[in-house]
């Protein structure tokens, strides 16, 4: 084989790896890009379901249902968010929003009509912030 033939098989393999590599660099950004997309539609779909949440308080003499309905909401939110991600921060933040929701369901269940929903609050808070791209 001669020289340039052998440089040119040398090139033509350096530029397929390369090719290869630039290619499984762009899916994995592009991977990134949908878990944070997804992580920044799931935390906004979690605030409007805290904001129900904060109605129904308001209006639970009237629909205690309303209550948890807007807790179940935000429960499923959290197993789609906790399922996309691999990120620490987030995985934290869902942990922390899930424990507020558990305590605001025990206060519910004991009988409080207008439990304290300021640690939900605070903790989607939290969410939104460490999904913001």
């Known amino acids: 084989m001669s020289a340039s033939r052998r440089r040119r098989r040398t090139s033509a393999v350096a530029a397929t790896l390369a090719a290869v590599a630039l290619t499984a660099g762009l899916t994995t950004g592009c991977d990134a890009v949908n878990k944070a997309l ?39 939110n959290l197993g789609e968010i906790g399922d996309k991600t691999d990120n620490a921060d987030v995985n934290k933040a869902v942990d922390d929003l899930q424990k507020a929701v558990d305590n605001v369901r025990t ?12 640690p939900v609050t605070d903790a989607a808070g939290e969410l939104t912030k460490v999904c913001t791209p």
């Open 107 to 118: 206060s519910v269940q004991n009988g409080d009509e207008t439990p304290d929903i300021s």
């Open 38 to 76: 997804d992580c920044v539609q799931t935390a906004d779909a979690i605030a409007d379901s805290v904001t129900d949440l904060q109605q129904a308080v308001e209006s639970a003499a009237n629909d205690p249902t309303q209550l948890q309905e807007s807790l179940d909401s935000i429960e499923q």
